[in-house]
């Protein structure tokens, strides 16, 4: 995964991000936003406009944080509370809307 979205967005969420993608692969929970790892062209535009500075390349991520490189790969691979289906690869965030739920680990926080 190229890029990882970690604690600091939780309760944040700024969105500042999602306006620099230029592939819209920022997905929006219930508490963070989540980068989808199968969208990501790695490009590092949403990186330096986070004002809580969450989000780094997948190698970069703080110690306290390595958590939250497969939390971000599971957000879309497996079932999420209340979805009938994974998230998947849909092709973009705009075509979802808000998913409005978590991850068990980011809601447990």
């Known amino acids: 995964m190229p890029y990882v979205i970690a604690s600091p967005c939780i309760d944040v969420m700024d969105k500042s991000c999602t306006e620099e993608c230029p592939v819209d692969c920022i997905y929006e929970g219930e508490r963070k936003l989540y980068i989808n790892p199968k969208e990501c062209i ?31 790969r599971r957000f879309f691979t497996e079932l999420l509370p209340g979805r009938s289906e994974p998230v998947g690869a849909p092709g973009g965030s705009h075509k979802t809307g808000p998913i409005g739920v978590d991850t068990p680990m980011v809601a447990d926080k």
Request: hydrophobic content about 30%.
């Open 42 to 72: 790695d490009c590092g535009a949403c990186e330096p406009v986070c004002p809580v500075e969450a989000i780094s390349q997948d190698r970069r991520v703080a110690p306290e944080d390595e958590e939250f490189v497969e939390d971000g």
